[in-house]
């Protein structure tokens, strides 16, 4: 069946194409026709007409019922004409002349349909084609789409011999996939699931940061189930005339339903089910709101047990409406995650499958460089290792190709072509090692695993990669000032070296500042101010009117307090840094040093320099 009807499509579009083409040429003769017809013809006076007569410049003369026309004896394609005049002699005068003449009457019909019924047809035969092309299957067969089949639904049909994902190709969301296999199962035999009256949830929400593969999932469920697949945008129901989003809901699930059992996937859920009421001068009966109430009312209409299974991804759920989310809707939430390390080593080991990938490459290792990735991340972290590998003509990819990989995604590009001057560079290599000294010298910092003054990104003259051990989900009061410690390392060595301070550090006090009034406003780790929340996270909807509107429930004391506090943390955590480096003075300076000459010190490199930091009593001066 699905054959032949795809048969039959390619067969109506290609009727499709030759009727537009030919009306197209229609069209195109009839534009350009009075123009030819025009360039023929030239307009002369009675008397000038009559004198050429004489002359003998005529071959022939057509006696029109208001004109004369005279086809010239030199030129075939050429004919004069003139307005007739009632003239009793004018046989005579052709017969004299011995020129062919005659009359055409009054036009007869060819005249008339040339003039004005020839275009009429045309025009009839384009709104024929239109609305053929309207209404023969939704307008999706034909080259250009239909003005009634605005209407359908824009969902991207997989029928179950086309999705070839399966749950083998989704790796690092093991808890997902194992909520998800219920579904799979409910597909494959829904009799296992209705034997005791019950059924699956309506609608099957998963949650997620972008990149995690919400609709890797989606799909791998219709792969191991062999059902169709629609899949849709949420931004695909709104169009700009009013009534087009609600029809399309409705013709969506009139055809999930048709196919029984299958899959319907929402993906960008917040586009179509962003909370109705939160702009005012809409007055509430947007285009939006229609569709989103349609949706509403079809979810609610459908019945689970005829095997049609609702999924829905977002990556925004507190902006969704709560109507969406009640029970009996999208009342399942399933948690797609960024991946932990032992996720991230299976989604590597999924993505190394197809590429040629040196033996000696460590998946645990690449995983550890990479905290925070998400499984998008990751695919393009070895792409963008296979690119940097095919660059210099490798055989295969190796660790290194990883690393540069790794520092071109966190650091950006480098900018070799960024000359800097000899005073920038010293400034911009002791800034650098004064973070590295810092984080190496205090306990439970992340480990330094590179230093660089080689520029990259937009504005970035030098970097400093550390990653953590492993996967960390809390941090305490005392790791997050020694962070700030950390961050300000950099201007407390421009500060103790040169007496001077430089633009360099303003990503770092823009970072410090962010982390302090995190620490004085939500984690309550402020003394003064005591184990109360100040700031509350901005409603994604409501912007920066929010921030506004929760300040202005704080007193004008409470704000000064709050100001007080913060830069109490930076200003103590620039000490910190500062009586760091002036213990290690000598070492800063040498390490500085080191670090022109070769553009780049990894890890190992400054383990080397920095033998004493193994010892933990040093820090007895600066605690």
Same mark, same amino acid.
């Given at each position: 069946m699905t054959e032949k009807s795809n048969k039959e499509n390619k067969s109506t579009a290609k009727q499709d194409i030759i009727a537009w083409l030919i009306i197209a040429a229609f069209w195109i003769s009839l534009l350009f026709w009075p123009v030819m017809h025009m360039a023929r013809y030239e307009t002369l006076s009675y008397n000038d007409f009559m004198n050429d007569l004489a002359k003998g410049k005529f071959s022939e003369v057509v006696i029109h019922e208001n004109e004369l026309e005279g086809k010239s004896a030199q030129d075939k394609f050429k004919i004069f004409k003139t307005n007739k005049i009632d003239d009793p002699d004018l046989v005579k005068v052709l017969t004299k002349a011995n020129v062919k003449f005659s009359s055409s009457g009054k036009g007869g019909f060819w005249s008339s349909f040339g003039t004005l019924l020839l275009p009429?047809?045309?025009? %009839?035969?384009?709104?024929?084609?239109?609305?053929?092309?309207?209404?023969?299957?939704?307008?999706?067969?034909?080259?250009l789409p239909g003005v009634m089949s605005i209407e359908k639904s824009k969902a991207k049909v997989y029928m179950e011999d086309k999705v070839k994902v399966s749950f083998k190709d989704v790796a690092g969301v093991d808890e997902a996939k194992d909520e998800l296999k219920e579904v799979v199962g409910f597909l494959k035999q829904p009799e296992s699931f209705t034997r005791l009256g019950g059924h699956l949830p309506k609608g099957i929400l998963l949650v997620g940061p972008p990149g995690t593969g919400k609709t890797l999932l989606a799909r791998a469920v219709a792969g191991e189930a062999c059902v169709p697949f629609f899949s849709i945008s949420g931004s695909e129901f709104v169009e700009m005339f009013v009534g087009v989003g609600a029809a399309r809901v409705r013709d969506l699930f009139s055809e999930a339903q048709k196919n029984a059992p299958c899959i319907v996937f929402i993906d960008e859920l917040d586009a179509l089910g962003r909370a109705r009421g939160i702009n005012p001068v809409m007055g509430g009966h947007d285009e939006k709101e229609q569709t989103l109430n349609q949706l509403l009312v079809e979810m609610d209409g459908f019945d689970p047990r005829q095997g049609v299974v609702l999924l829905a991804a977002t990556?925004?759920?507190?902006?969704? &409406?709560?109507?969406?989310?009640?029970?009996?809707? %999208?009342?399942?939430?399933?948690?797609? &995650?960024?991946?932990?390390?032992?996720?991230?080593?299976?989604?590597?080991?999924?993505?190394?499958? *197809?590429?040629?990938?040196d033996p000696s490459v460590c998946p645990e290792h690449v995983a550890g460089m990479t905290p925070g990735f998400t499984g998008a991340d990751l695919a393009n972290l070895v792409n963008e290792a296979v690119i940097i590998a095919?660059?210099?003509?490798?055989?295969?990819?190796?660790?290194?190709?990883?690393?540069?990989?790794?520092?071109?995604?966190?650091?950006?590009?480098?900018?070799?072509?960024?000359?800097?001057?000899?005073?920038?560079?010293?400034?911009?290599?002791?800034?650098?090692?004064?973070?590295?000294?810092?984080?190496?010298?205090?306990?439970?910092? &992340?480990?330094?695993?590179?230093?660089?003054?080689?520029?990259?990104?937009?504005?970035?003259?030098?970097?400093?990669?550390?990653?953590?051990?492993?996967?960390?989900?809390?941090?305490?009061?005392?790791?997050?000032?020694?962070?700030?410690?950390?961050?300000?390392?950099?201007?407390?060595?421009?500060?103790?070296? %040169?007496?001077?301070?430089?633009?360099?550090?303003?990503?770092?006090?823009?970072?410090?500042? *962010?982390?302090?009034?995190?620490?004085?406003?939500?984690?309550?780790?402020?003394?003064?101010?005591?184990?109360?929340?100040?700031?509350?996270?901005?409603?994604?909807?409501?912007?920066?009117?929010?921030?506004?509107?929760?300040r202005a429930q704080l007193s004008e004391e409470t704000l000064k307090e709050i100001d007080y506090e913060i830069k109490e943390l930076v200003r103590d955590a620039e000490k910190k840094a500062t009586a760091i480096l002036e213990k290690y003075k000598a070492t800063l300076?040498?390490?500085?040093?080191?670090?022109?000459?070769?553009?780049?010190?990894?890890? *190992?490199?400054?383990?080397?320099? %920095?033998?004493?930091?193994?010892?933990?009593?040093?820090?007895?001066?600066?605690?």
């Open positions: 009429s047809l045309l025009f %009839f035969l384009f709104w024929i084609m239109m609305l053929r092309n309207a209404t023969a299957a939704g307008g999706a067969g034909g080259p990556n925004r759920p507190e902006i969704l &409406d709560q109507a969406l989310l009640r029970a009996g809707r %999208f009342d399942r939430h399933i948690l797609v &995650d960024r991946p932990d390390k032992a996720g991230r080593i299976q989604i590597l080991q999924v993505h190394f499958k *197809d590429k040629v990938i095919t660059r210099r003509s490798a055989e295969s990819v190796t660790e290194a190709d990883f690393t540069q990989a790794v520092e071109r995604i966190v650091a950006g590009l480098e900018k070799k072509s960024r000359i800097l001057s000899a005073e920038e560079r010293n400034i911009v290599a002791h800034h650098e090692m004064g973070h590295a000294l810092v984080a190496m010298a205090l306990p439970g910092a &992340d480990p330094v695993q590179k230093i660089s003054i080689i520029p990259r990104g937009i504005g970035a003259l030098g970097y400093t990669m550390q990653r953590p051990t492993e996967d960390r989900y809390l941090a305490s009061k005392h790791e997050l000032e020694n962070k700030l410690a950390v961050l300000l390392g950099g201007r407390a060595a421009e500060s103790l070296l %040169f007496n001077e301070l430089s633009t360099g550090a303003a990503d770092d006090l823009v970072k410090a500042t *962010d982390i302090a009034r995190n620490m004085v406003t939500r984690y309550g780790m402020s003394e003064v101010l005591g184990a109360v929340t100040y700031d509350s996270e901005a409603s994604p909807f409501l912007g920066a009117g929010a921030e506004h509107h929760q300076v040498a390490g500085a040093e080191l670090l022109l000459i070769n553009e780049t010190l990894t890890k *190992d490199e400054l383990d080397q320099l %920095f033998p004493k930091q193994k010892d933990a009593n040093h820090l007895k001066l600066i605690s």
